[in-house]
């Protein structure tokens, strides 16, 4: 059975701090990894992973995928109030998504 | 851009009712997916179907059928509701065959009293 674990389940930073959310994978036939964003309605998409090693970035955002040790890991730099979500990774396979619990992050002023 | 649209958007239900939530795509994506969401569980995968035609169980089946009616739609459906099934239902499309995003329609929130 697929299985995404993230890690922590939460996390309480304040304004300017730097986080690192964590994703780790077993998934049959894994094709790529998806980072997504969830404030109060339906996910957003932040980033796909599919080779290893290389970082992909937005603004302040950076994920990168390690396809041998089956992980992924989501920084978040110079944190903002508006960064308070719950993000989700899921493994990618030719037919689903897998998700793990999410990590929801509070970022205090 | 309408992209993937769900009713109703809130929904209460007795113990033992039957309803149907219902999800469109305007994508051409040929895989739709059903997830429910519950505190702090993340999304859990109920059905999904990789094309017109096709439907597989995902992890949480039990309670629920559906039907890909046609490309565009992939309807869900509660025979006998039960308070278990309290939660956020989330429909969602995805073009199968190309590693990309999945599209999340903007929810459902059903409960069972």
């Known amino acids: 059975e697929d299985k995404v674990v993230q890690s922590p389940l939460s996390l309480v930073v304040h304004e300017g701090d730097t986080v690192t959310l964590n994703c780790s994978y077993e998934?049959?036939?894994?094709?790529?990894l998806l980072w997504y964003k969830q404030e109060k309605k339906a996910p957003t998409f932040l980033f796909m992973l599919t080779s290893s090693g290389i970082e992909k970035k937005s603004g302040r955002l950076s994920s990168i995928l390690d396809k041998k040790e089956l992980f992924s890991i989501l920084n978040i730099t110079a944190t903002q109030t508006g960064d308070s979500a719950i993000y989700l990774c899921?493994?990618?396979?030719?037919?689903?998504?897998?998700f793990g619990d999410g990590t929801t992050l509070t970022v205090k002023p | 851009n309408a992209g993937v649209t769900q009713t109703p958007k809130f929904q209460v239900l007795k113990t033992g009712q039957s309803m149907t939530l219902q999800c469109a795509q305007d994508?051409?994506?040929?895989?739709m997916y059903w997830y429910r969401q519950d505190p702090g569980m993340g999304l859990r995968l109920i059905y999904y179907?990789?094309?017109?035609?096709?439907?597989d169980k995902g992890e949480v089946p039990n309670g629920y059928n559906v039907s890909r009616l046609n490309k565009r739609e992939f309807s869900l459906r509660l025979e006998s509701a039960a308070p278990s099934q309290t939660s956020v239902y989330f429909c969602a499309s995805r073009d199968r065959g190309r590693e990309t995003e999945a599209f999340f329609g903007q929810g459902t929130r059903l409960t069972v009293v």
């Open positions: 899921a493994g990618l396979n030719a037919g689903k998504s897998t």
């Open positions: 998934v049959t036939n894994f094709r790529s």
């Open positions: 994508m051409n994506h040929n895989s």
């Open positions: 179907s990789a094309s017109e035609g096709t439907t």
